[in-house]
């Protein structure tokens, strides 16, 4: 089908919901205008002892002219007050209060038009009791509202007998509190259409027994198991977004115990932003984590509106966050450098769909190891502040090519420090990670090496202030566990694992990107900034839950293997070495390593040492690289 012809397919879809619209608009007119007929009837009838016709206020009534008159001015007086542009389904205390009002309006009309239009016709006595007035101003209100009322009741109505037998899946809602009440009012009001609410459940004890939107309350999250087989259910919506992170997580692990698909609403947070979702989503591996998400303190964030703010590695899954995160504050300029064009590409398209000309998006193609290249980009954007998120992070490849390692992460960070005091930039924050504590692998030294750069080059610039984020496995960014896992159940598994006790911290990319602009805030130079990470996670339960999550079983639709460790690999990370310690900050959720012991000229000579090993790319450059990080052990080349 052309476009020309979808356009008139949709064009005709709506001209056909117009007419539909309008002709239920004249119906409600007609209803209206009958019913108030049919008021003014009746009180003619309750104050006239039951004669209508033989009544002086009776003659009036069926006087054909007075009573198209007040018809017509009963559905004129409606239409004014907005009473035909409300949805009937959704009828509440406003339509309430405008029908009353509109009511009250026609009775002083009706009055107006019985006392001064028609003031001697068919013999009417001088005044008719104003109690008649009162009643017909109650039975007018009752012709406006029942209608409307009666329809929201019965579209509201629960009828799980009747609704068996569509074929829409059997939904169980996890918590009877103002968001439970609203995903039930959404399935009610077919706005999923795929499933209705059968059984809810909540932990308060006082709601057991009772109806949320008509809905039972039938026991407690503990239940979940038994009424989930007792009740038939498909599906589970967890509607609890004021419980803590953790108690979250349990009631998933309940609930994906069981054969339901589970899902979970919006956060008070999303539901109340402009624009944000208003339906239940799939679970997702974020929500395993048991620690609360980490929020970005925008106070502290204001030093980057109306800045140059120069990214490297800005491509890159987290750098790319970074830009995103920075953009909320209105930075002056943006610079993304990367050495991967498609992907600095892609964000550049980004940040200029969502913020037009707002910001001053530029992109630079270039390595960190170039340092001609970094000082052409230091020297045209003279940044404020510098995100240094370039870098190779995979242990096993790394381990094959030390040398490249050094090159890049080592040496990289190095030379952008350098330009950064050069070019005296404020600020410069550092990407690092937990393996770069007590590290067993290359790419963890690399990591290490970098953070005492940081403490190096604070101690020698008088012009940057630097500091470094150490973080742990980050969920879904380029080459971690979990795209590997996924694409390992797309191709029917076997998903591998390479030992059964490994653990690993994760965090969210959007929780990287917040805690390094945090840390750049609150950065007074030299720190190494450490997230509470929560507790860590089994990457055997992890691929566990991800073979739940995409809708298979454990062992029998997708298999699990164990691969075995790989070189460099531990089976556990930590976040912080015995002598650094702790130091907290305004944030609980941030903290800061006790800077060590730093011989700055014995660290020079070491550096210079190794620049010059990772050059000859036939040397074993390990032994070299021990000399500056001592907790590093290897194995003789043999």
Partial sequence: ???????????????????????????????????????????????????????????????????????????????????????????????????????????????????????????????????????????????????????????????????????????????????????????????????????????????????????????????????????????????????????QKEIIDISMKTSASVKISPSVEEFLEPGGPRKARKIEISDLLSRPEVKLDKKVCRYLVGKTILVTGGGGSIGSEICMQVARYNPKTIVVFDIYENCAFELENDLIDKYDDQIDVQVRIGSVRDVDRLREIFSEFKPDVVFHAAAHKHVPLMEDSPCEAVKNNVFGTYNVAKMADEFKVPKMVILSTDKAVNPTNVMGCTKRITEIIVQYMNKISDNTQYAAVRFGNVLGSHGSVIPIFKKQIENGGPVKVTHPDITRYFMTIPEAAQLVCQAGGIATGGEVFVLDMGEPVKILDLAKNLIRLSGYRVGEDIKIVFTGLRPGEKLYEELLMKEEGLQDTDNKLIHIGRPIELDERLFFQQLKQLEEASKEENKDIRPLIHEIVPTYHYQEKR
Wanted: with cysteine.
């Fill in 1 to 247: 089908m052309s476009i020309t012809e979808k356009d008139k397919d949709m064009t005709a879809d709506y001209k056909d919901t117009e007419v539909t619209a309008f002709l239920k608009k004249i119906i409600v007119c007609i209803l209206d205008f009958a019913l108030f007929s049919v008021a003014n009837l009746a009180m003619c009838y309750l104050t006239q002892n039951g004669h209508i016709t033989l009544s002086s206020y009776g003659k009036i009534a069926f006087n054909y002219p007075h009573f198209i008159m007040v018809g017509v001015m009963a559905v004129i007086v409606n239409w004014s007050l907005g009473l035909y542009r409300s949805v009937w389904k959704f009828v509440g205390n406003d339509e309430i209060v405008r029908g009353t009002f509109a009511a009250a309006v026609e009775t002083v009309l009706l009055f107006l038009i019985d006392r001064v239009l028609f003031p001697n016709i068919f013999g009417v006595p001088g005044r008719l009791a104003w109690f008649a007035y009162l009643l017909g101003f109650f039975l007018i209100d009752i012709g406006i509202l029942a209608p409307r009322i009666c329809f929201r009741i019965i579209k509201k109505a629960h009828i799980p007998i009747r609704k068996s037998r569509d074929g829409r899946k059997r939904v169980m809602i996890v918590g009877a509190g103002f968001m439970g009440n609203f995903i039930i009012d959404a399935f009610v009001n077919n706005q999923y259409r795929n499933g209705y609410p059968i059984v809810a459940v909540d932990d308060n004890p006082v709601k057991k027994g009772k109806k949320i939107n008509g809905v039972k309350v039938a026991g407690t999250c503990a239940d979940i198991p038994l009424l989930t087989s007792k009740y038939k259910i498909d599906e589970i919506v967890i509607c609890i977004p004021s419980a803590s992170k953790a108690r």
